[in-house]
């Protein structure tokens, strides 16, 4: 009966009844129906069960090898259950652990191979960890994206990877955007994936924590970024928050967004005032960091001219005053935008009825024009500046910086004074026998101080500012001052307190009488 039940337990797939009741009943035969089992399994592809209950049979009757290898003879061809695989594959191993030492090494690789394939990477790092096998293990876990373990692991056991985990995390960071969790790793990939990813708010925001000489390299990439975009202004708010840096390699930034601030943004119009008040603060900044750089002074004296110039654009009694920044302009040419900075220069004295300035100064900029059409300076006459500090070396923009109606415009009226004999083609002169807007004295070499408002020489009737040495032209002091205080400007109190700050006039300045 018993052999009956046992051949009717194999012949039906019971197995797990046959070796039950071979053990049970027929002992001796028992490892002759183990073989049958295995030669089974050899020939069938057998279902989970038909693994696992032999498994546990052996497993329950000590023979640990057997049950092992039956345990591993469970995959993916039996079951999809990806869960009990795990299962069965670990307690193959924890068996081998325990009982069977020798075999641990083998059963741990092919344990975790087998998870990894079935992407169980933590568990696969696990596997490899039981059996000593870090550097397979720190793999599974940075595969598996437990990065805390991989550490761990790397720490406790295998110091000589530590840094390679933390430079395949950053790499995992920057291949899936993470820049916030970056930046708590790796300060600059975060912050340079920032960037790139034109997240220039949280770059700058973090950048702030890292120190100066950090934030100066993000700051300068977004500005250059901006400035390539055609968005001058956008970088001069960049430079505006968050402040300048001496260092040279920005000099080309600071070149480069001065010109297209140049060219763009009117010399004249009131609603300009903030921008050229914007620039003059910002190149103030840099200057007082290297005071005896010459370009970045003089591109801060054509800021401050250009804020006084729009400062006074809608204020009849400060016209005048504007003209004369526009035409002390013109001693910069080397810097701004010559045809520009003569059309400009020409445009504000014929408004006022200086003709003959006028006439000189867009005479000029016709020249220019010509020049600019023809791509050279050569043919440049420049014998109306021979006696003034007016240079002669400009550099010619690619194109045109002011419409070609206004162009027409202006040679007309050229055209039309020039058979005008009360127009003469000279330049005013003052009490010196020099021309008016000249620091330069060319017949004794003496060069007088600029007034700080207009960029005239003062020659007499100074106001002098405490803390420095500069001065201002008397009567233009007070008018300006009396503009401000009649008109409520916004515009003009903000000159007069960068001026305050830069020369220690007072915040309320009033009229010198002295």
Known sequence: AVVSTQSTGKDSGHWEDALRLTQEYLPHKLQQIQDEYENYLATTSGGGDDIMAPAKTWEANGDYSRAIEAYLKMTVMQTTDYALLEEVWYKALELALKFVPMKAGSVGNTVAERLAEISRYESAGEAYLSIERYKECIDMFIAGDKWDRARVVA????????QRVENEYVESL???GKAEELANVDVIAGLDLLANRGQWSK??????????EVLNKYVALHAAQLLQDAQPIQALGVFTQYGTSENPANYNLYRR???DLFLTESFSSLTAYKTWAALRDVL???VEKMPQNKEFNSLLQCAHLLAVRTSAAGHKQLFE???KAAVALLRYTNYIVPDKAFYEAGIACRGVNWNNMAFVFLNRFLDICDAIEDGSTDMLDHSDFSDTDIPYDIVLPEDFSIPEEDREEAKEWVLAVSMDQRVQQVLNTDERGCYEGSLLNVHNNVTSPMCILTGYPVLRGEVVFKNTSSV???DDWNVYVMARKVSHSVECQDVLAYLQHSTGAPANPSY???
């Not at 720490?155 to 530590?162: C, G, I, L, T, W």
């Open 155 to 162: 720490r406790e056991h295998a110091p000589q990877f530590e």
């Open 203 to 212: 770059c700058l925001q973090t950048a702030e924590n890292e120190g100066r």
């Open 472 to 474: 201002a032209n008397k």
């Open 512 to 514: 010198s009488f002295a």
């Open 174 to 176: 920057k291949k899936r």
């Open 284 to 286: 103030a900044s840099l």
């Open 321 to 323: 005053i504007g003209v």
């Open 257 to 259: 967004m001065c010109n």
